[in-house]
Structures are given as structure tokens and as C-alpha cells.
């Protein structure tokens, strides 16, 4: 009977998301509900989190109920976070960028915001992106490390077993590095994979699976986390599990 169950979830859910024009979306939260459940996360620390989209999406799809911690530096769209937010009890937000140091930078407003990014574009980028991925303002933005925020979080908000969610524009392997040990903390981690980076130094997809991998983080699914650009794939995402809790 749980497996009759599932089934039409599954098949209720690829529904609704083909309804509302996100049917690429059905194997991210898939994966996603699966893994939140399987290994207990209790926080979801969302780092690039624009409007709210994927912790409604987390919320709404996936079914998680427990703590979301965003991160949005884009002072256009942290408004509109704060109010997406607000009727959520463990649902909080906090306008500054993680990255690989404690201090200020310049971070970059996009044409199209959802390509913000402290990172600058590409000059070589698909002319799909070229107008709505430059530059029309740069802002001052407070930057934190993970390992030096994570304890105050921790004892802040009293959870146990997060998970590290990233979109950062091109900037994800530089908040990794700013966690240093404190990965090791986390239970998963879901970063975008550029198959061809779009900003300055961006890392490629086969990099940032070996730094992940090496630190002890083995690939759990790979998805497009877009509709594509077919016939070549720009990027995707990845989750990654902690191989404490898996074993070898």
C-alpha cells in the first residue's frame, strides 16, 4: 500500500510542476525529498537564494519542514525574499554572500538578477546570455566564511545535521573553501556544475566533483537545473553525500 502511495505522489507531483511549466524540475526534487528524509537534515542553509525559490521549492515540493537559513546579497531582491519569508516561522533570511573570507567586496547586479554574482561574466559567453549576464551596478556587500558563521548559527538555531545548497553564479567552489573543516559538517552539499562556465574563472564541472569527492563527498544525482540549451548542455546540478553517512 506505501508503494501505491508513492506512486501517485510521484505521479501527482510530475503533474503539477508539467502544469506550472517546471516539469525539469521533477528530478531535483525528487532527489531532493529523498535524500532530506533519508539522512534527517535538519537545516538548510541556502547560499545565493534569491527571491525564496528554492526553499519554496523545498517547502512546497519536497515536503521539508524544518529549518531554512537563506542567504541573498542582491539588496534588489532581499526584500522580496524578506517577504516571501516572513509567514514562515523557520524560514530566515540574511543579506550578505558567502564566500572564502570575512570582510567587504564589490558584488556584481546583473541585467537579469538571477545572474548576480560576486564574480564577473564571461567574455566569451553564449549570446543567450550575453545581455541579461552584465554588469549594470556594483553594490558594497558584507562577506562571511561558513566555518567562521557556522558555530554562531549552530548555537543560535540548535540543529544538528545541515545540508549546503549553493547558487552562487560561477562563485560556489569559493564558499566551500570559506567552510574549511566545517564541511565536514554538512550531510550533503548541492552545488550548480558549469559544463561551460559563464563567468571569470568559474570552475568547471569535472573540478568541482573532484574537490568535492576528495573532501569526501560522493555524487547522490546530477540534474539540469534549467530547461537546457540544447543541443550543448551550459549547466547542471549535483548533490553530493557525506561519506560518513554512507560508508565506503
Not at 531532493?32 to 515540493?61: E, P, W
Request: net charge neutral; proline share 4%.
Amino acid at each position: 500500500m506505501n508503494r501505491y502511495r508513492r506512486e501517485l505522489r510521484d505521479r501527482w507531483l510530475a503533474v503539477r510542476l508539467s502544469l506550472a511549466g517546471r516539469a525539469h524540475q521533477y528530478p531535483e526534487v525528487q532527489a531532493l525529498r529523498r535524500f532530506l528524509s533519508a539522512f534527517s537534515v535538519d537545516c538548510l542553509i541556502d547560499v545565493g537564494a534569491n527571491r525564496g525559490q528554492y526553499a519554496t521549492m523545498a517547502r512546497k515540493d519536497a515536503g521539508y519542514r524544518g529549518l531554512i537559513l537563506s542567504f541573498e546579497p542582491n539588496p534588489d531582491v532581499f526584500a522580496q525574499l524578506q517577504r516571501n519569508a516572513a509567514s514562515d516561522g523557520k524560514w530566515l533570511v540574511f543579506n550578505m554572500a558567502l564566500s572564502d573570507f570575512d570582510g567587504t567586496a564589490q558584488f556584481n547586479i546583473m541585467a537579469a538578477d538571477q545572474f548576480s554574482s560576486l564574480k564577473n561574466p564571461a567574455g566569451d559567453q553564449d549570446a543567450v546570455f550575453a545581455e541579461r549576464n552584465k554588469v549594470t551596478k556594483t553594490v558594497d556587500m558584507q562577506c562571511r566564511r561558513i566555518d567562521t558563521l557556522l558555530p554562531e548559527l549552530m548555537q543560535s538555531h540548535g540543529f544538528s545535521r545541515p545540508f549546503l545548497k549553493m547558487d552562487t553564479q560561477g562563485h560556489d567552489l569559493s564558499v566551500c573553501e570559506g567552510a574549511g573543516e566545517a564541511l565536514g559538517r554538512m550531510a550533503g552539499v548541492q552545488t550548480e556544475l558549469g559544463v561551460r562556465p559563464i563567468y571569470d574563472g568559474g570552475t568547471n564541472y569535472r573540478q568541482m566533483i573532484d574537490w568535492l569527492e576528495a573532501r569526501g563527498f560522493a555524487p547522490s544525482a546530477f540534474f539540469a537545473n534549467n530547461k537546457g540549451h540544447f543541443p550543448l548542455l551550459v549547466e547542471m546540478d549535483g548533490i553530493f553525500v557525506n561519506r560518513t553517512l554512507v560508508g565506503d
